[in-house]
C-alpha cells in the first residue's frame, strides 16, 4: 500500500498526534531490498520503523494486507509490541484470504511462486491485470467501495495499483494464501481496535467480527454503508475513533488542545 492512501488522515490527525505513513515494500517510494517481499518481511519493516525512529506509546493502523502485516508483525515480535505499541487498529482486514474463489490458474502460478519466491524470473509472463483506465477496471473498483463513492477516490486506487510493480504486485498478493495468525493473536493483550464497513465486500465485515472476538482486549466498530476503503470514504469517523482509541490507550499524555 502506498502511503498516499492515508492522505486525509495527515490532515486531519496532525494537529494532535505525531503522524507517520508508511510505502509497504515496492509501494510508491519503497524499494523491495535485498529480503522480497511477503507479509513476514513487511512484518519486519514495521519493527524496523518502530525501533529506528525510537517510537512509543504508538497506535499502529493497518488496513487490508497492511493490517495482515501487522497481525504478523504481533506474532513475530512480541517484545517490540510490548515495549512501542500502546494499541492496534486492524481497519478493513482479515484473518485469513479475502477471495471467496481460487482459479486453478492463480493456485499453479502460487505453487510455482512458492519453490522460486526470491527469485524475479519466477514472474516473467506470469499474467498480471494492470488496472487500464476502462469500464472494468473501474467496476472492479467500485466494487471494493461502499455507497455513493468519488470517482477522484476511485481513480486514486486504480492510479495506486497501476503504480506497483508486477514482481511486487504477485508476489505480496500470493504471501496472503497461507495467513492465518489465529493462535497468535489469542495471546495478544494489546488494546485493539477493528474496524469494517457494513458493505466491505474484499473483507467482510463477518472477517472483522470473527478477528475481533479472537483478540482477546479488542472492540468492533462497523460503519454503516461503508467500503473497504474506510480512510477515503469515511475520513472523519476514522479521524475520531483513531483519537478517541488513541487517548484511551497511550501511556503519553493528550493534552487539552490534542497535542502530546
Not at 529506528?52 to 493502523?61: E, G, P, Q, S
Amino acid at each position: 500500500m502506498e502511503a498516499g492512501i492515508w492522505q486525509y488522515q495527515l490532515q486531519d490527525l496532525a494537529d494532535r498526534f505525531r503522524v507517520i505513513a508508511v510505502d509497504l515494500r515496492g509501494h510508491g517510494h519503497s524499494r523491495a531490498g535485498c529480503d522480497g517481499y511477503g507479509l513476514t518481511r513487511v512484518a519486519r519493516d514495521i519493527s524496523t520503523v518502530l525501533s529506528r525512529l525510537d517510537l512509543r506509546a504508538t497506535i499502529i493502523v493497518g488496513h487490508s494486507m497492511g493490517g495482515m502485516a501487522l497481525m504478523r508483525f504481533c506474532a513475530d515480535d512480541p517484545v517490540a509490541l510490548d515495549e512501542r505499541v500502546a494499541g492496534l487498529v486492524f481497519l478493513a482486514t482479515t484473518t485469513g484470504f479475502a477471495a471467496p474463489v481460487l482459479g486453478n490458474t492463480v493456485l499453479r502460478y502460487a505453487s510455482r511462486a512458492a519453490i522460486r519466491w526470491g527469485d524475479k524470473r519466477a514472474w516473467k509472463g506470469v499474467p498480471a491485470y494492470r488496472f487500464p483506465p476502462n469500464t472494468l477496471t473501474f467496476a472492479m473498483i467500485r466494487r471494493t467501495f461502499g455507497a455513493r463513492p468519488s470517482p477522484t477516490h476511485i481513480e486514486l486506487v486504480r492510479r495506486m495499483l497501476v503504480d506497483v510493480p508486477a514482481d511486487c504486485f504477485l508476489p505480496a498478493g500470493f504471501s496472503l494464501l497461507d495467513h492465518d495468525p489465529r493462535s497468535e493473536l489469542a495471546e495478544t493483550g494489546t488494546p485493539s481496535l477493528v474496524i469494517v464497513g457494513s458493505h466491505d465486500h474484499v473483507t467482510p465485515a463477518r472477517h472483522a467480527r470473527r478477528l475481533a472476538a479472537l483478540l482477546p482486549r479488542a472492540r468492533l466498530e462497523v460503519l454503516v454503508g461503508c467500503g473497504h476503503q474506510v480512510m477515503l470514504e469515511r475520513r472523519a469517523d476514522l479521524a475520531a475513533l483513531v483519537t478517541a482509541f488513541a487517548r484511551e490507550n497511550a501511556t503519553v499524555r493528550v493534552g487539552p488542545n490534542g497535542h502530546r
